[in-house]
Each structure stands twice: as structure tokens, then as C-alpha cells.
């Protein structure tokens, strides 16, 4: 048995995994991770990425270059050129990043899932009773990062972006382990919500949540990261228009993004829990477009 096949195992039994990347100081450790991933040592940063290799699937074939200054850089590497176009059916919304396809359905008065069996509340989520009020019985989906994933996400369709809200607090692990033992563990965690109108004019938003390690959230037509440290009014009015595919902004490291959508959308036929998908592919269709 290899180290990488043996680190594996262990990480899979699910009392050490939650112990591991929950039972610790999580605010502490992902602050430290922000600064050490940022050191540009030649030393440091090949070690880093090898320990990461050691624990992940890391693939860096893709990569728009070969060198990088740190492991921050190569966490938020861009891809080289054509390689995640988005579906140009004007119907599609395309899934914004990389991830797999957690839990997805209809959002039931106000209710949606984050594993089945396990509800929480879309005003516990999004924080604005308004905003719950044009998603009440809409869609939802749900896409997961890893770590070794690509980290950028882009406009999943033509849109307009309205306003985007960063709401504080904690940083628990959101695999799936962690989520069948937390309850509400996305209304718990950091997130912003961003709220967009599409072309056609319904309303579509997304909900980036940050995890351990990751608490920071880089938004281009802000030229802001958001995170923890972030102080003052935390609601920033937007009146920017965006075309689908083009890139919106990076995760520091990996992280979940909830995708909320019109109850008239159906969900594409490459959608099921567990699938992996591509930044552009197809996720969701609007029968009326």
C-alpha cells in the first residue's frame, strides 16, 4: 500500500475525518492558512504542494502555466485558454465552477436541503425575507469544491449583477461527512449571497459558503475579497452586466456554491447527486427561453 492510498483510507473513516477537519481550532487554522499559503519560498511552496498531492487527486495538466509563486497561486490557478467554454444554448444555465453535484430539488415553502434528511431554512440561508419570498418555491442545487479542484467560477448565464451580501461566520468542514452531523451547516458557515437577474429577467442567485480553510471570496467587479476581516456595511449595491462564462471571481481553496433558480427551470439531464461537472456544462434549462 502506497502513502497516498494509506493517507486515503484513513481520511475516509468518517470519525477520524470529522475529528481532523472539525474538532479544532477551525477560525485559527484557516487564518493560518491564509497567511502560510501566501509565502512565496521556493522551499515552502514545493513542499506544500506535495503534502497537497499526497492528500488529493491535484491535477495541474490543465494549468494555464507551470510555475507558480506559492501555493496561494496555484490554489487559484487559471486554466489555459478553451478549456471549460459554457453551453451557448441562450436556454442553459451553465454550472458556474468545477464540483460535484450534491444535494439539488424543489425549495418547499421556504425549505431546502443540504443532505436528505437534513432541512434548513432559505431565510436562515440568505438572510433577507424578500429575497426568500422570490425563491420560495423555486430550485436549488448545490455544487461542491474539493481542495484540488479549479477554483475560479464565472457568470452562469447573461446576467446582471444587483448586489452582493457577506454574511459572517464559522468555517466548518462541508463534505459530506460534516454535513450529515451538523445540522444547518450552510446557514452557519461564511458565505455572501449574489444576487443576479438574467437577461430574460428572472432572478438567479448564487451562495458561495466558505469552509475550513477557506474563508475569502475574490470578486472581480467588486475588486474586493471578502472574508472574515471584512468590516463596515456589508451589503454592496452592484449595477454590473455580465455575460455567461465570463470569469466572476476565485475561492481561496475549496468550497460550495448554492445555486438558486425559478421554479419554472428544470434541471438538465447530466444532474445527479454525486455527478462531477465542469465550469459551463449544462445544469439547469428554462423551458420558456
Known sequence: MTVKSLISSLTQQED?????????????????????????????????IQ??????????????????????????REL???LRPADPDPAIVASPSDGIIGAFGTIR??????IKG?????????????????????????????????????????????????IHGDTWNVNPIALKRIERLFCKNERAVIRTRLATGEALTMVPVAAIL???IRLHFLDLVLNAETRGPL???????????????????GSTIIMLAPAQFEFCDNVSEGARIRAGQSLLRNPSA
Open 235 to 253: 451589503a454592496f449595491p452592484c449595477d454590473v452586466n455580465v455575460q455567461k462564462g465570463c470569469e466572476l471571481g476565485w475561492f481561496e481553496h
Open 109 to 114: 415553502d421556504g425549505e431546502l436541503y443540504q
Open 16 to 48: 477520524l475525518n470529522f475529528l481532523l477537519t472539525n474538532r479544532i481550532p477551525r477560525a485559527a487554522l484557516t487564518r493560518f492558512m491564509g497567511w502560510f499559503s501566501k509565502i512565496e519560498n521556493p522551499l515552502v511552496r514545493d513542499f506544500s
Open 51 to 76: 503534502c497537497w498531492r499526497l492528500f488529493s487527486d491535484l491535477d495541474l495538466s490543465e494549468a494555464k502555466k507551470t510555475h507558480f509563486k506559492s501555493l496561494h497561486d496555484c490554489f487559484t
Open 118 to 166: 437534513a432541512p434548513y431554512s432559505l431565510i436562515d440561508l440568505v438572510g433577507d425575507r424578500a429575497l426568500v419570498e422570490t425563491h420560495r418555491n423555486g430550485r436549488f442545487l448545490t455544487l461542491r469544491l474539493t481542495s484540488s479542484m479549479y477554483h475560479r467560477f464565472h457568470a452562469p448565464h447573461d446576467c446582471h449583477i444587483e448586489q452582493v451580501t457577506l
Open 214 to 216: 477557506v474563508a475569502s
Open 80 to 82: 489555459r485558454p478553451g
